[in-house]
């Protein structure tokens, strides 16, 4: 990867060069993450998850109110353990994922055991990160949201919807503000709340390009797994027997082993090489602003024994 300011095909193509050239270390150890996750969420979703709640379609009033909000608490509760997994999961590959960049940077090999070796004292500050910042945007939409919802009444809902784009305004300035916190933890040894300030501090007059690199990311990331999933979820739906019309019936259909077993197979996939992306953008997008904002291209280069040169910078 160039030692100089990097534009977003540079990103993302180095995110990509980076994982290829390092695919033992990166997606092997992914590959192995995602598996074990993924044996967890079908068997929760096998044996713990509550099935769906069935759904009369003629229920009016208070008894479709009640049908529609034990519907929601049983999805909520569904999800709950499958985010957990995937953030441990997420968290996991990002660790090495972004000591395997800042080594691709150097030009200098890495293996799993060196990037473990070097991840692992970072494991829990990473945790305690991420809790963080999982809870100060669950504290901003409950702000958002809770007087409206106490109201009660028309105005209150009324009140609720605008608090709840307020605070999906406040939520997204947070997540781009706060996106290199992570990489900055992991690289500079930093604590929790330094990481968060150094993070604020590299993407601040960057908002806007930080948020539409990460933009095109996810996007990148929604379109491939939506074309990932589409033929493993075909595939799934015939070998269990589902018939399509069990889709729109009330409560959804039950799926068995087979379903369960090829959708995984599915997000394995998915996660083996989209985790590891993400992470690898977010390392590159940390150095990049480091590049640009604190001349770190000439502090590499002398790291990776290269002749001084100048730089030019945007």
């Avoid at 713990?48 to 379609?57: N, Y």
């Avoid at 709340?193 to 993070?199: E, H, P, Q, V």
């Avoid at 953008?281 to 002749?307: F, H, K, N, S, T």
Wanted: aromatic letters at 8%; one cysteine or more.
């Amino acid at each position: 990867m160039p030692l100089r300011p990097l534009g977003l095909g540079e990103i993302l193509d180095g995110s990509v060069s980076a994982l290829r050239a390092h695919w033992r270390t990166a997606l092997g150890f992914s590959l192995a993450v995602s598996v074990v996750v993924q044996i967890a969420v079908v068997l929760m979703q096998r044996y713990l998850l509550p099935k769906p709640t069935d759904i009369d379609p003629n229920a009016s009033g208070t008894e479709a109110l009640r049908q529609a909000s034990e519907s929601l608490r049983t999805t909520l509760f569904s999800l709950a353990p499958t985010s957990l997994f995937t953030m441990i999961a997420t968290l996991l590959t990002a660790s090495i994922v972004t000591v395997v960049i800042s080594r691709s940077v150097l030009g200098r090999p890495v293996t799993l055991s060196d990037a473990w070796a070097e991840a692992r004292p970072r494991l829990l500050p990473l945790i305690g990160l991420t809790l963080l910042v999982t809870l100060a945007i669950a504290l901003v939409m409950t702000v958002g949201i809770g007087p409206g919802l106490l109201m009660g009444s028309g105005g209150g809902v009324a009140l609720a919807f605008l608090g709840f784009l307020a605070a999906c305004a406040v939520i997204l300035w947070l997540q781009v503000s706060l996106a290199l916190a992570a990489p900055a933890l992991m690289l500079e040894r930093q604590g929790i709340f330094a990481a968060l300030r150094r993070s604020a501090k590299l993407v601040r007059g960057a908002w806007w390009r930080t948020f539409g690199i990460l933009a095109l990311t996810y996007l990148i990331v929604f379109l491939l797994s939506f074309v990932v999933s589409i033929p493993f979820t075909a595939i799934a739906v015939i070998a269990d027997g589902t018939e399509l019309s069990e889709f729109f019936e009330s409560g959804g259909p039950s799926f068995g082993w087979p379903f369960l077993i090829v959708t995984g197979i599915g997000e394995v996939i998915v996660s083996t090489l989209l985790y590891p992306f993400v992470a690898g953008v977010m390392a590159l997008l940390y150095v990049d602003q480091r590049i640009r904002r604190e001349a770190l291209d000439l502090d590499l280069v002398r790291a990776a024994g290269l002749p001084d040169h100048d730089t030019p910078r945007s």
